[in-house]
């Protein structure tokens, strides 16, 4: 636990500079800020991978859904610790260095950030003071497929922080950029949304029950805790569509105009 706790602790931050320092070598007429928020968005990306990688591995492994267990399960948590902390602290650079010319006081700098990633901060609160909790302690020796399942939502981060890296960069007109956003709708959908159904028809499944009769057959607080999570996710999926019909009506619209 606490080999895994440092190195987390390392290796985010670490990797974080390293990127920065590297982007800074070799694009010198990018600025600060640019090189900090595409650092950010490629540390988030890692982490993405390492923790979808670590969810297939888990699911695969676990032949019983409910007693199938695999030592990532509990591992990855600890290395996730570090990776919330500091995505945190990122987020905050992010914010410092794109307001930094405008000579705001730190207090006003710290109440922007917290007013414009209030969302965020929350789903990263909610991981490090409930989920981590129940996925270390709480659920006992159950359910490692379902702690599985959930670190692969994080599939459709690399897509995300492309497309926020290619608006950073004002490439959001190129084919790329739209290509991206499918695929991101695409990720998004299966592995944040979809992934609830899959994970009630898996344990359906081994249970000799339909798709509808599990949310009947299972606690109460089960149903509760996936409706908490799965709530912000709809809405982030929302916004995405919001903004993929704006980037596909817009050609449509110059042309009409």
């Known amino acids: ?3 895994t706790l440092a190195g987390g602790a390392l290796f985010f931050p670490g990797l974080f500079a390293l990127c920065t320092w590297a982007l800074r070598r070799s694009q010198p007429g990018w600025s600060r800020t640019d090189c900090v928020m ?3 968005r490629l540390v988030s990306s890692v982490h993405a991978v390492l923790a979808t990688g670590s969810g297939i591995f888990i699911i695969r492994s676990c032949d019983d859904v409910i007693t199938g ?4 399960a509990r591992e990855y948590v600890w290395f996730l610790i570090p990776y919330m902390i500091y995505d945190s602290y990122a987020m905050y650079l992010c914010e410092w260095c794109r307001t930094r010319d405008q000579n705001r006081a730190p207090s006003l700098t710290l109440r922007n950030f917290l007013s414009r990633n209030r969302l965020m901060i929350t789903h990263h609160a909610v991981i490090l003071f409930v989920l981590v909790p129940v996925a270390q302690r709480l659920r006992g020796d ?3 497929f379902f702690v599985g399942c959930i670190f692969t939502a994080e599939l ?6 492309l497309g926020r890296v290619l608006i950073q960069l004002k490439q959001q007109h190129t084919l790329l950029y739209k290509v991206n956003g ?6 998004f959908l ?7 159904p899959f994970m009630y028809w898996s344990y359906g499944r081994q249970q000799g029950l339909s798709l509808l009769q599990v949310p009947f057959s299972i606690p109460f607080y089960c149903n509760v805790a996936n409706a908490f999570l799965i709530a912000p996710q709809i809405y982030w999926f929302c916004l995405l569509c919001r903004k ?3 980037l596909f009506d817009t050609p449509q619209a110059k042309k009409d105009g």
């Open 142 to 144: 159950l359910g490692d």
């Open 69 to 72: 267990r695999h030592w990532l």
């Open 38 to 40: 595409i650092s950010t």
């Open 244 to 246: 993929a019909v704006r």
């Open 190 to 196: 299966s592995c944040r949304i979809l992934l609830f």
């Open 1 to 3: 636990m606490l080999l």
């Open 156 to 161: 459709s981060t690399p897509f995300v922080s």
């Open 182 to 187: 499918i695929l991101t709708l695409a990720t």
